[in-house]
């Protein structure tokens, strides 16, 4: 995808306006821009199973916990069960649920890059194929090379269309960056409340189709001048995006992405590719091309040591923190 395209090349389709571009890196992101749904499931990852856990370790409000379980039920992600020989329900991961794994960790790998200050990062990951400690990094699944966002052509693909918006009514940002902070220090979370909430992706996905100026994007997405403001500032204030004058008296101006808001990019289609996997029915809605090779692909998550995709079963940790339990 090309992020200076000139504007008749930015838009094959028309878009009739107000209405929301079928997308699955949104479809995506309404699960896991949810601040307490990111949380539930990353402790699922890091192997809680039961409802009194959860709650423990998260310091989360039963009923806010109960419903949130219920809809990652809903959604395919998490399904119920017992054990043997263990009391009670549990919690366990999908085939679905355990996919989000890699976009977890191409969360981690721009977390690790961009978030964590002097720091170490806060988890070192195994891999346990090759038994190196590695990097997850986000590569092109035919030629393994790092996605450079600058080198991805798109073109609509079998699901592509337009449909009404749903909850266009939410204005407030649903990832809290207080609560994401919640429990241990995380690269993802820290990475999730730099996205903001879905307001601001949508932003971000504008600005990967080269939308850049204020106005443009208003009438793209049909938002209020007001939340349009905020949400840029804050992408501004967390470094995604710069303002840059584009007019001769210098009082006009354009959004740009940062090195790091480029490098963000890396995150969206490994959500892409997760949404097009588990929410589109096998109509995926945008095709991508590698330029660099030549081939069509998905992002896919890999050790940096051997190049092998990583899924949820394929690593070990440490953590680089003590958990206060
Ligand atoms: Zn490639
Ligand atoms: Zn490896």
Redesign the pocket.
């Known amino acids: 995808m090309t992020l200076n395209a000139s504007p008749d090349e930015k838009q094959k389709t028309a878009r009739p306006v107000v209405l929301e571009r079928h997308c699955s890196v949104r479809r995506t992101v309404e699960i896991v821009l949810d601040s307490w749904s990111f949380l539930i499931l990353r402790e699922s990852f890091f192997g809680v199973k039961r409802f009194d856990k959860f709650q423990t370790r998260l310091g989360i409000p039963r009923q806010t916990l109960s419903n949130r379980l219920s809809k990652l039920v809903e959604n395919g992600i998490l399904s119920t069960g017992t054990r043997p020989n263990e009391r009670g329900k549990q919690y366990f991961f999908t085939a679905r649920g355990k996919d989000l794994f890699p976009t977890m960790l191409s969360l981690m790998e721009f977390g690790d890059k961009w978030l964590a200050g002097d720091e170490l990062p806060p988890l070192q990951l195994t891999?346990k194929?090759?038994g190196?400690e590695?990097r997850p990094i986000t590569v092109c699944s035919e030629c393994k090379t790092p996605v450079n966002a600058w080198d991805v052509a798109h073109r609509d693909g079998p699901g592509a269309g337009y449909s009404p918006p749903e909850l266009r009514k939410s204005t407030r940002r649903n990832s809290d960056p207080k609560l994401l902070q919640r429990v241990r220090p995380c690269s993802v979370a820290r990475s999730l409340s730099i996205i903001g909430d879905r307001w601001s992706f949508l932003i971000l996905r504008e600005g990967w189709f080269g939308v850049r100026r204020f106005d443009e994007m208003r009438e793209n997405l049909g938002i209020a001048t007001n939340i349009l403001t905020d949400r840029l500032n804050h992408l501004v204030e967390t470094g995604v995006l710069r303002k840059v004058p584009y007019n001769a008296a210098g009082d006009r101006y354009e959004y740009r992405f940062t090195k790091m808001g480029i490098d963000l990019y890396k995150p969206m289609l490994a959500m892409m590719a997760w949404g097009d996997r588990w929410l589109s029915d096998g109509n995926p809605p945008l095709k991508l091309r590698h330029k660099a090779c030549g081939q069509d692909f998905h992002a896919q998550v890999v050790?940096s040591?051997?190049l092998?995709p990583i899924d949820a079963s394929a690593t070990t940790h440490r953590l680089r923190y003590t958990l206060d339990e």
Do not use: V
């Open positions: 891999h194929r090759c190196k590695c050790c040591e051997c092998e």
